[in-house]
């Protein structure tokens, strides 16, 4: 997965700051204190292991995909397993220093598929705004139909999955346990192509939104 700094803009939607808190497995549910700081502890240069609690081969099971699945793209390339934003590494400007939060993106692969999952967390909503870019990249959609998108997915009550006309992105509201606004998005395969059709990525999202709540 090709990891990359995102815009505070993209044509109409209007990107909004990120924060969101994630412990492991056991302890704290998601918040936004915890992904700050586990942002925060991240390198610049990014992760070879993703520090939240995903479970990407339960969740795969429990959307029904059979093929395996683990964690890291198929073909690493040198990339990262896991990248950070927001926090520290915020600089003046950027829309995780305007409104203060930070997103922590790991990937993972179900069969012959790279699979994307993006945390994000805002003080204010809506935390989803930054990922804009991210959601017209995965599904390969226009600039009207994502700002559809954005305004459905940022209207979606929590726990409530949100899929792209493509199939193959989705977006799940997270409750942070302490404060502010926060989002999962899942992206699976090439740009608007997978070969889990739209409910099984919309239960592979619910499903990882699950594990950190």
Excluded: W
């Amino acid at each position: 997965m090709t990891h990359r700094r995102y815009g505070l803009t993209i044509a109409a939607v209007t990107a909004a700051a990120l924060l969101a808190g994630c412990q492991s497995g056991g302890a704290a549910p998601l918040s936004l204190s915890g992904l700050t700081e586990t942002a925060n502890d991240m390198a610049p240069e990014g992760a070879d292991t993703c520090p939240l609690p995903y479970d990407i081969t339960k969740a795969a099971k429990a959307a029904g995909a059979d093929a395996p699945a683990g964690p890291g793209p198929l073909n690493a390339d040198g990339d990262p397993i896991a990248t950070a934003e927001g926090g520290k590494h915020a600089e003046p400007g950027e829309a995780l220093a305007e409104n203060p939060g930070a997103l922590v993106s790991c990937s993972f692969h179900i069969g012959q598929e790279d699979v994307e999952v993006h945390t994000v967390a805002t003080r204010k909503p809506q935390a989803i705004a930054p990922l804009a870019p991210v959601v017209q990249r995965l599904a390969g959609m226009p600039v009207d139909g994502l700002v559809a998108y954005m305004k459905q997915a940022g209207e979606a009550k929590a726990g409530e999955p949100t899929v792209t006309s493509s199939g193959n992105v989705a977006a799940v509201r997270l409750k942070p346990d302490d404060e502010g606004d926060a989002f999962l998005l899942v992206g699976v395969g090439d740009a608007g192509r997978s070969s889990l059709n739209q409910q099984r990525v919309a239960d592979l999202a619910k499903a990882l939104a699950d594990q950190v709540q």
